[in-house]
C-alpha cells in the first residue's frame, strides 16, 4: 500500500497546485526544481538542516521568478506610456535615489568613522575653552577611486555618509518613547540623505548649514589625523603643526566649505592647545577662496540665530575673527565707519547674519575668480573694499574642461581624426590643438571635419525620434542651448527668438528659410518658479511649432528632459551652434561654452564669463558677439532700464509678446504666462528687450554663414584650434603652482603586474 503523504508534503504540494495559476500546471515540476535550486543555492541548504522558514524563502524565490518576466515588462510599459522628468509642459521633480543599488566604485571605511559634534553650548574653564552637551552624529568614510590618465597613478575622493550613534537619545527608549528616538536618529542621518537642489540661490535652511559643517568637520579630522600620522611631520608636539600649510592646501569651492575656517581654529586652540596668533597664522596660510558668483541672491548669509543654536563655539570664534578684522580695518580707515560695516563679516541690518564669502576672503591667503572678467568684477565691484587693502591676495584661474571625456569619449570619431593629424598626445596637452591652424584651408579636412559632425548630427536626431517622436532635418542647424535654467542664462530670449522664427515662416510658407532645430535643456530648481515657467513656455512653444503643418521641417523645437552629462555627450558633439547668451558681467565663467567650443561648435553669445577669453583666443570676428558689454550694462542701470521702449521700437518683439499676452500658446489658460511678461516689463534685472536685437540681427549672419558649409568649417577647426587654453589640465596647474604652491611631479609608480605581490 503506498505510504500516505506527510502533513507537510501535502501542505507543499497544495501550495504548488495553488501557483498552477501563476506558473501554469504543467510547470510544476520546474517549479519543484526551482525550489531546491533556491534552497541549495540562495540559501545554502539542505533537507536536512533546512527550517519551515526556509523553505518558505525558498518558495518566495521561485515565485518572485516567475514575476519577473512581467514585472519587467510592466514597468517597461509605464516608462514608454508614463510622461517623464516633465509633465505637461512642466518640470517635476523625483528623487535620484542614485545608492538604491549600491555603488560598485567605492569602498566604505568604517574603520575610520570619525564624531560630528552639534548644539551644546560653550564653557569657559582654567584649562580652555569647552564645547559641551553637544550631540554627536557619525561620520562614514567612503573612498572612491580616481585613475589619472595613463600614468598609473589612482588618488582617492573620499565622501561622507551620516549614522547616529547606537546610543543616540537612548534616553528616549529607557521611558518608552521608542518612536521618538527613531525620529530623532532619522533626523541625524538626513544631514547626508538628502541634498539641497537649488542652484544660485541661497536658501538658509537649519538642515543644509548642518551638510555643510558636517562635511567640513569630518574632512578636517581626517586630514589632521593623516598629517599626525606622517612620518615627516610631528616629532615635537610643540612644533608639530609649523608646517602644517606646507604640507596641506585647502581650497573652498564657492561659500560652501566656509566653516572650515573657524572649524580648524577650534581644533588648533581647543583640541590642539595653539594660541590664537599661531592658530590664525597656520589657518590663513592654508585656505584659499574660490569665488563662482556675484549674484547676491546666491551669495550665502547665515542667520546668527542658526549659529547660536548649532554652532555655538564657531559664532564664538567667528565674532572674534571679525572683531579683530575690524580693528585692522579702523587703523587703516579711521573714523569711516560705512567702510566697516561694508567689511565686517557680521551684517546687522535686519536680521543678523553672518557674511560667508567676507569670512573666505578674510580666512584665506589668495582669493580668485573662474574667468579673467568674472575676476576683474570681484576686485573691482564685489569685493573692492577687500582688494584695495590686500590687491595681491586677489587672482584669476579661467576654468578648464577635460578633454578625455569633452573630446575623446564623447566624440571618437572627430579625436580619432585630430590623432591622424596631429598625433595622439594633444589629449594631454591640448596646446597642441593649435597644429590645426596650419589645416584650416585643407580640402580633405574641412570634408572630413564637416562629415564627423554630419555623423553626429544623424546619432542625435535618431535619439530624438526615438525619445520624443519628433523627426528633425539633419540638414538644419542644430542651435543648442542646454544648461541650467535661470534667468540670467536667458533661456527665455531664446525662446522669444523661436516665435519670431515661427511668425516669419507662417506669414510666407514659400520664402527659403534655412532650417533649425532648436535643442533647449536644463533644469530648474525646484522652488524656482520663475524659471519653471520658463520651461513652461518653451515646451508650449515646441508643442505649437512641432504641429503646425504649414511649419515643415524648417523649424523643429525640443526641450530635453532630465538633461545630465550622459545626455550631454550626445548633443554637444553634434551641435552647430552654441548658445551662450547670459546678460554681460552675470555669467562668472561656463564650462559649456568650452565643451562646445572644442567639439566643433561655433558661439553665438555675449561679452560673459569665458566668452571672452575665446573670443581672444579663436578671434571675435569667429565667434557670433552680440549685445551689451558690462560697461554698457552698468551704464543702462544708471540711466533707467525701461523694457517698453524696446517693445515699442521692435515690431517682431512687440508681436511676440502680444501672442504670450493673448493666450496663443496657452489657450486654456490665456493669463498662464502673465508673471513672465510682468517680470520682462518691471522687474527684468537681466535685460532681456535690450539684447534682443543685437541677437536678432547676429542669428541672421549665423543663418547667412551657414549656408556656406565651407567656410562654417573652416570657422569650426579655427575654434578647435583655439580651445587648447580651456583644458583643466591648464586650469589645474595654475591652481597648483599659484595658489597651492607646488610643482606637477611625474610620480615613479609601477604599472601593475599580476605576478607581483603588493
Sequence with gaps: MAKRNSASERRKQITIRGLGGLVGLENVAGLKLGFNRHLHFTLVKDRNVATMKDYYLALAHIVRDHLVGRWIRTQQYYYNKDPKKIQNGWQVEEADDWLRHGNPWEKARPEYVLPVYFYGRVLHTKDGVKWIETEVVLAIPYDTAVPGYLNNTVNTMRLWSAKAPNDFHLHHFNVGDYIQAVLDRNLAENISRVLYPNDNFF???????????????????????????????????????????DKVAIQLND????????????????????GWDQAWNITKSTFAYTNHTILPEALERWPVAFFEKLLPRHL??????????LDKIRSLYPRDDQRLRRMSLVEEEGEKKINMAHLCIVGSHTVNGVAKIHSQIIKDQIFRDFSDIEPAKFQNKTNGITPRRWLLLCNPGLATLLAEKIGGDYIKDLNQLQKLHALVNNDEFIHDVASVKQEN????????????????????????????????????????????????????????????????????APGYHMAKLIIKLITSVAQKVNNDPNIGNKLKVIFLENYRVSLAEKVIPATDLSQQISTAGTEASGTGNMKFMLNGALTIGTMDGANVEMAEEAGENNMFIFGMRVQDVAELDKKGYNASQYYEKLPELKAVVNQIASGYFSPNQPQLFSDILNMLFHHDRF?????????????????????????????????????????????IAEYARDIWGVEPKALQIPAPNDSQDI
Design 457 to 524: 548630427k544623424v546619432k542625435l536626431a535618431s535619439l530624438l525620434e526615438k525619445e520624443y517622436g519628433i523627426k528633425v532635418n539633419v540638414s538644419s542647424i542644430f542651435d543648442v542651448h542646454v544648461k541650467r535654467i535661470h534667468e540670467y542664462k536667458r533661456q527665455l530670449m531664446n525662446c522669444l527668438y523661436v516665435i519670431v522664427m515661427y511668425n516669419r515662416i507662417r506669414k510666407d510658407p514659400n520664402k527659403y528659410f534655412v532650417p533649425r532645430t532648436v535643442i533647449i535643456g536644463g533644469k530648474a
Design 255 to 274: 561659500t560652501h566649505p566656509a566653516l572650515a575656517i573657524p572649524e580648524l581654529m577650534r581644533i588648533l586652540m581647543d583640541i590642539e592647545k595653539l
Design 316 to 325: 564664538a570664534i567667528i565674532y572674534e575673527i571679525n572683531q579683530r578684522h
Design 687 to 731: 535685460k532681456v528687450f535690450a539684447d534682443f536685437e543685437s541677437y536678432v540681427h547676429t542669428q541672421e549672419k549665423v543663418n547667412q554663414l551657414y549656408q556656406n558649409p565651407r567656410e562654417w568649417t573652416k570657422i569650426v577647426i579655427k575654434n578647435i584650434a583655439s580651445s587648447g587654453k580651456f583644458s583643466s589640465d591648464r586650469a
Design 203 to 245: 536658501e538658509g535652511k537649519e538642515l543644509r548649514l548642518k551638510q555643510e559643517y558636517f562635511v567640513v568637520a569630518a574632512s578636517l579630522q581626517d586630514i589632521i589625523r593623516r598629517y599626525k600620522a606622517s612620518k615627516f611631520v610631528c616629532k615635537d608636539p610643540r612644533t608639530c603643526f609649523d608646517s602644517f600649510p
